[in-house]
């Protein structure tokens, strides 16, 4: 748990008993929750964990306001509406997969935000694993999702994904933070829950400062990358909301 005022940032790592076969696995979610008043809001949830997320939630006295997608998922299925049916949370995607989402309260574009007791969530679109791509910023904290790792970045073959695109969504926006910005990013084969502008600008593997477009562009696009193993259920369930899934 990373700690800064005025909000709480829990970190849930997925549950996965199949993660040999799985790419879900290693999936990160978060809590970030209101110090003062006790509401929050879950980013990226699983549909396997939300039992899981509502029981800590529960046991941290928080009341959830939002369930929060940084962008259409292809390798696991959210739990955004399963959380909506079982605490009348209101679903928000980015602005960007507007026309391609149904079953969302609220789409958040560019420096639009939501706010939850004193903390605000603001909207930065980030372009470049898929088009609709969204990261979330705090004061002192940015939730990337799949477009910035921990010394690594998302693929760019999938759902409209362009290194281009991706490549200036990190470089443009996410490096324009400041430096000691901490990264929250979607998934992490490591271990690693956590990173900071500064780091990734020194020293990631892809996209730090050394390396220019051209070079990217091209290491992205020789990358062979096989296909998520749930993508034909997931991409279909997912621009649904998860509505089409039954709990």
Excluded at 30 to 43: E, K, L, M, N, P
Excluded at 164 to 181: H, I, N, Q, Y
Excluded at 197 to 219: D, G, H, P
Aim: net charge negative; aromatic share 6%.
């Amino acid at each position: 748990m990373a700690i800064t005022d005025p909000y709480i940032v829990t970190v849930l790592l997925d549950v996965n008993e199949t993660q040999d076969v799985d790419d879900r696995a290693e999936s990160r979610s978060y809590i970030v929750a209101d110090r003062g008043s006790r509401q929050a809001v879950i980013i990226d949830a699983v549909i396997e964990n939300v039992a899981r997320d509502l029981n800590i939630l529960k046991e941290l006295g928080l009341t959830l306001r939002f369930a929060i997608e940084t962008h259409i998922h292809a390798d696991h299925i959210t739990g955004a509406s399963l959380i909506k049916e079982r605490t009348g949370a209101q679903i928000v995607y980015g602005g960007g997969a507007k026309g391609d989402v149904t079953g969302v309260d609220q789409f958040l574009f560019e420096g639009e935000a939501l706010r939850f007791g004193h903390t605000v969530l603001t909207a930065l679109a980030t372009p470049g694993h898929t088009n609709g791509c969204t990261s979330y910023v705090l004061p002192g904290a940015v939730f990337t999702g799949d477009a910035l790792f921990v010394r690594g970045n998302g693929r760019t073959d999938l759902q409209g994904g362009s290194a281009e695109k991706l490549f200036d969504s990190v470089r443009k926006k996410l490096f324009a933070l400041p430096d000691d910005t901490i990264v929250y990013p979607g998934h992490d084969y490591q271990g690693r829950v956590s990173s900071t502008i500064m780091e990734e600008k020194q020293f990631n593997e892809r996209l730090n400062l050394s390396i220019n477009k051209e070079t990217f562009v091209e290491t992205m696009n020789r990358r062979k990358t096989p296909r998520p193993a749930k993508m034909d259920i997931a991409i279909p369930a997912n621009m649904s909301a998860g509505r089409t899934i039954e709990p």
